[in-house]
């Protein structure tokens, strides 16, 4: 059984880096597809070899399974929304659920709130269209939303309202789609695994370069969903008004505010303003904040010229 695993984890390597390759021209993670296509395969052979036994985790759970006459209650609610990102890791365990959420808060709020903001959209979607209790309060229906939620709110999409309420649609349909592709695999005895998660993500990453109200954040970039740049306001830069901030440059770099709907742009001290161009548009993309400038100084901060800054605190504004 161990170098069963062994291989299994091996080949999952291997998986991922064939699956980013192919994505990559896209700028589109290749997410948990490596362990959901290796585990399959893997789980499939299983089946056929007598000397290894399946888990309880490695059958199929399908929604049909549960007693649909079961009425919602409290614990249907927090039990479920705790299950589902238990679930995520393989725990089966509430409290253990809310624990990782406080670990994930650690490094980044806004993926925090949106786990728990997926488990909870999918509880309800799952209540309001009549779900199993059971299958709700195990987190079945809400673990996949809630990978959905935390990878389109904010961490491969800038948070914005729209790519808020862009979010919002991937949890109701990634909701939708778990109890599909579970019946789908119960007749081959396969799990879902976070199969719904890759599938919805990867077609609505691919669908956001359709809309030009969504940001994306390159894979490469994406590291924190607290760190990502916010977008640059739309139209051409103004230059400052007055010689006292004409020497702030170009070189933009994000600032996290306290809340993580409130964003500023701030630009770094230099030479002259040159904003970077891609096809006729302002690009998006934000280089690292320097430690020193040419001259050898600290780059010193301030708002961004032409925005109302200047004008309202004028060399006040600035902040070293």
């Known amino acids: 059984m161990t170098v069963y695993i062994v291989f299994a984890a091996a080949m999952t390597t291997i998986a991922f880096s064939t699956i980013a390759t192919l994505l990559g021209p896209h700028k589109v993670a290749a997410l948990t597809s490596p362990f959901v296509l290796v585990g399959?395969?893997?789980?499939?052979?299983?089946?056929?070899?007598?000397?290894?036994?399946?888990?309880?985790?490695?059958?199929?759970?399908?929604?049909?399974?549960?007693?649909?006459?079961?009425?919602y209650a409290l614990p249907t609610w927090y039990m479920g929304i705790g299950n589902a990102i238990g679930q995520i890791f393989f725990q089966d365990n509430w409290i253990a659920g809310y624990l990782i959420v406080i670990g994930i808060a650690v490094n980044s709020r806004i993926s925090a709130g949106m786990a728990l903001i997926g488990?909870?959209?999918?509880?309800?979607?799952?209540?309001?269209?009549?779900?199993p209790e059971g299958a709700i309060r195990d987190g079945l229906f809400g673990y996949n939303a809630a990978l959905t939620a935390i990878?389109?709110?904010?961490?491969?999409?800038?948070?914005?309202?729209?790519?808020?309420?862009?979010?919002?649609?991937?949890?109701?349909?990634?909701?939708?789609?778990?109890?599909?592709?579970?019946?789908?695999?119960?007749?081959?005895?396969?799990?879902?695994?976070?199969?719904?998660?890759?599938?919805?993500?990867?077609l609505m990453l691919l669908?956001?370069?359709?809309?030009?109200?969504?940001?994306?954040?390159?894979?490469?970039?994406?590291?924190?969903?607290?760190?990502?740049?916010?977008?640059?306001?739309?139209?051409?830069?103004?230059?400052?008004?007055?010689?006292?901030?004409?020497?702030?440059?170009?070189?933009?770099?994000?600032r996290e505010s306290r809340f993580p709907w409130q964003a500023c742009v701030w630009i770094v001290a230099g030479d002259s303003l040159q904003p970077r161009a891609s096809g006729g548009q302002l690009d998006r993309s934000f280089p690292s904040l320097p430690a020193r400038t040419a001259a050898g100084r600290r780059p010193r901060l301030a708002l961004t010229p032409g925005h109302g800054a200047d004008r309202r605190h004028g060399r006040a504004g600035r902040r070293r």
């Not at 488990?119 to 779900?131: E, Q």
């Not at 306001?233 to 400052?240: A, D, I, N, T, Y």
């Open 119 to 131: 488990a909870a959209g999918a509880a309800l979607v799952a209540v309001v269209f009549g779900g």
């Open 207 to 254: 669908g956001q370069y359709g809309f030009k109200a969504l940001v994306p954040v390159p894979p490469a970039e994406a590291t924190n969903a607290g760190g990502q740049p916010r977008a640059l306001p739309e139209g051409p830069l103004r230059q400052p008004r007055s010689p006292k901030t004409s020497r702030h440059a170009g070189l933009f770099a994000w």
């Open 40 to 71: 399959w395969l893997f789980l499939f052979a299983v089946l056929k070899f007598a000397a290894i036994e399946a888990g309880p985790l490695a059958k199929p759970v399908s929604p049909d399974q549960y007693d649909a006459a079961i009425a």
């Open 151 to 202: 990878a389109l709110g904010g961490f491969f999409l800038v948070l914005t309202w729209r790519s808020f309420v862009y979010t919002l649609f991937g949890i109701v349909v990634t909701t939708w789609l778990w109890a599909s592709i579970a019946i789908f695999l119960k007749p081959i005895g396969m799990p879902v695994l976070t199969s719904t998660f890759v599938l919805v993500t990867w």
